[in-house]
DNA sequence: AATTGTGAATTCCTTCACAGCC
DNA sequence: GGCTGTGAAGGAATTCACAATT
């Protein structure tokens, strides 16, 4: 177990094994190598074993990780112990879209306030029985609803304001839907989907016939460079 | 202009550099320096530089870059200088947002075909007017439309299926929000965009006081790793 | 025999620092 | 003087390869 920072892109890929280890122990698997599990994503299997390995030594030589043992020390190391309430601000087509979206509360997220400062929205009860709010009240109702994330689905313009108010109330956790750079404070985290720059870097590879056409799921948050040739998974 | 290749991390970069000088040109800023640039995202000068440099010599020494000049540059490099045709197949909460959502004309991108395999939704219409097709007959819509860039927002169960029939219909470049790790022929790009991880990235931020909080907007598309410790200075 | 955990080697990316040009 | 373009240096992430362990 080692003090070292830990990488993002570190993390990312414990997401991804957790959802293999649920999967794995749902179908009755009881131990996992490092290279069975480095096949399911092109990764290499020794990077499995470092990610796993700054957390502490849950394999044994020999016979792998046991499955339940695993994916209950990344369930802890990500935080995943306890549901984590979370807030969308702006109910546009986006917004409305994750309200709706059930894989959350899977995976224990749990949506718990909607906001929006349009007045004709304002007061709408979704299927979920959950009600928009007025931005206005936004602080109020994060501090009593103990919310730890924030998802801000509004316009590019009115997001940096979004995050004030947002970081105002308390929220170090943000995940953020609109195209453009925020400026978080410190100890604040923002995660950015950007769908303009994923589409874009799509028309960049159709654009530039790529030499050696390899090809992979390019998930950058996997690898620094997956895709092009890499993997991405 | 080298022929190198040329890694994802920098093509995401150019996305943003582009956004950026479309905003200055509506300004009517005419030049900016790689420096002022580099301060809007919290980037070194050198990287900007760089990244321009692996497709040619576009700024002027002792002036900086013309505006519109690198703009009409990034445009083409990035293969944005004619309409692109998009597909989405899967209409639950996530494709209707995304078939409502304005934002993508507006950059080059256009939704030429909807597809469902649900008999309830195939033949509905939607505001835009397009009509949801059934994925049997994807093939012929695709072929047919012109269609380059397939948006895959079915439940991950399908996914892979899905992208098979579209690989199979000719299309190269994919965009999928499936939570899972699909497996692409060589020549064909998918890009994940993956909500659970990025949520149990949140989640581990917060469950995990970083020592030095430190922050910024921790976009791993742009750095190996943002955030964390990242840009701050 | 099989597989982990890890130092060393490698590859990739970023930053520095300065020559070259306007 | 100011700023670009770039070789060299530095740093970070991945992969190799093997000792340690069951």
Redesign the pocket.
Do not use: D, H, M, W
């Given at each position: 177990m080692k003090t070292e920072k830990i990488?993002e892109?570190?993390t990312n890929r414990l997401s991804v094994y957790l959802r293999c280890l649920n999967e794995l122990e749902a179908a009755g698997v009881e131990t996992?190598?490092?290279?069975a599990l480095a096949e399911q994503f092109n990764?290499?299997?020794?990077?499995i074993?470092?990610d796993?390995?700054y957390f502490g030594?849950?394999?044994?030589?020999?016979?792998?990780?046991y499955v339940a043992d695993l994916r209950q020390h990344l369930t802890k190391i990500l935080g995943l112990t306890e549901k984590r309430r979370v807030a969308i601000v702006g109910m546009g087509n986006l917004g409305l879209a994750l309200a709706n979206y059930n894989g959350f509360s899977a995976h224990c997220f749990e949506i718990a306030a909607l906001f929006d400062d349009d007045p004709g929205k304002i007061g709408t009860r979704l299927q979920s029985g959950l009600e928009i709010q007025s931005t206005q009240s936004l602080r109020e109702v994060i501090q009593r609803e103990n919310v730890e994330i924030v998802i801000i689905a509004v316009p590019a313009s009115a997001a940096e304001r979004v995050l004030e108010m947002v970081t105002a109330a308390g929220v170090r956790a943000i995940l953020n839907f609109a195209p453009v750079h925020l400026h978080a404070k410190p100890g604040v985290k923002v995660k950015t989907v950007d769908l303009t720059i994923s589409l874009e870097s799509l028309s960049y590879f159709l654009a530039n016939p790529s030499e050696d056409a390899v090809s992979v799921d390019s998930r950058e948050f996997?690898?620094?460079?997956a895709g092009a040739n890499g993997a991405a998974g």
């Open positions: 990488s892109l570190t996992i190598s490092s290279q990764l290499n299997s020794a990077q074993r470092k796993l390995a030594e849950f394999g044994v030589r020999g016979v792998g990780y996997l690898r620094p460079e």
